[in-house]
Antibody, heavy 119, light 108 residues
Framework: QVQLAESGGDLVKPGGSLRLSCAAS????????MAWIRQGPGKGLEFVSY????????YYGNSVRGRFTISRDNAKKSLFLQMNSLRAEDTAVYYC????????????WGQGTLVTVSS | DIQMTQSPSTLSASVGDRVTITCRAS??????LSWYQQKPGKAPKLLIH???NLEFGVPSRFSGSGSGTEFSLTITSLQPDDFATYYC??????????FGQGTKLEIK
């Protein structure tokens, strides 16, 4: 079954760190570019980070640049997001998403993992 | 950064209606515009990519159009399953991946 499964969400204090993981199954992970997208409570979708299939191209959203780091392990079919210096405004459901082949759109999403930043 | 502005923010309609949601980009994005549907508590679902290409398995009552800075999503003959929130998303080489603020489609 083609799917993405996020994990690692938790309650963390402001200034803390967290590492999210996304496990891919049912498709050749190394053939696809991947991204993290988040959604704050009651809010819209916000692009967080993107990594090309080889890892050579990386983008970050303005609000997380310098604090978050994206990485991937193609052998383990996994995508990661290291989040440092967390702030209350980082509270959100974090989705892992696959970019469809040459369509510049995300055609496969995980169920999301909740990150709550609060003291 | 490229900004995406959707309108309206909320849309009330009835089953069987035809509705249109618009999305405006602050810069030319050619046809690199996608539309997603999201239901409460669920991940977004891709409906349309490259402005007018229907994703596999999406009903033909959904259609997209536009290029440059003006885009639209049209749903003909609304079905009960279509009441959800819709987002547009742009791609640009220099300012990739921005979403619109969303349009909530409600039952009148």
């Amino acid at each position: 079954q083609v799917q993405l499964a996020e994990s690692g969400g938790d309650l963390v204090k402001p200034g803390g760190s967290l590492r999210l993981s996304c496990a891919a199954s049912g498709f050749t992970f190394s053939d696809f570019h991947m991204a993290w997208i988040r959604q704050g409570p009651g809010k819209g979708l916000e692009f967080v980070s993107y990594m090309s299939k080889t890892g050579k191209t990386i983008y970050y959203g303005n609000s997380v640049r310098g604090r978050f780091t994206i990485s991937r392990d193609n052998a383990k079919k996994s995508l990661f997001l290291q989040m440092n210096s967390l702030r209350a405004e980082d509270t959100a459901v974090y989705y892992c998403a696959r970019e469809g082949w040459q369509i510049a759109a995300f055609d496969l999403w995980g169920q999301g993992t909740l990150v709550t930043v609060s003291s | 950064d490229i900004q995406m502005t959707q309108s309206p923010s909320t849309l009330s309609a009835s089953v069987g209606d035809r509705v249109t949601i618009t999305c405006r980009a602050s810069q030319n994005i050619n046809s690199w515009l996608s539309w997603y549907q999201q239901k409460p508590g669920k991940a977004p679902k891709l409906l349309i990519h490259q402005a007018s290409n229907l994703e596999f398995g999406v009903p033909s009552r959904f259609s997209g159009s536009g290029s440059g800075t003006e885009f639209s999503l049209t749903i003909t003959s609304l079905q009960p399953d279509d009441f959800a929130t819709y987002y547009c998303q742009q791609y640009n080489n220099y300012s990739p991946w921005t979403f619109g603020q969303g349009t909530k489609l409600e039952i009148k």
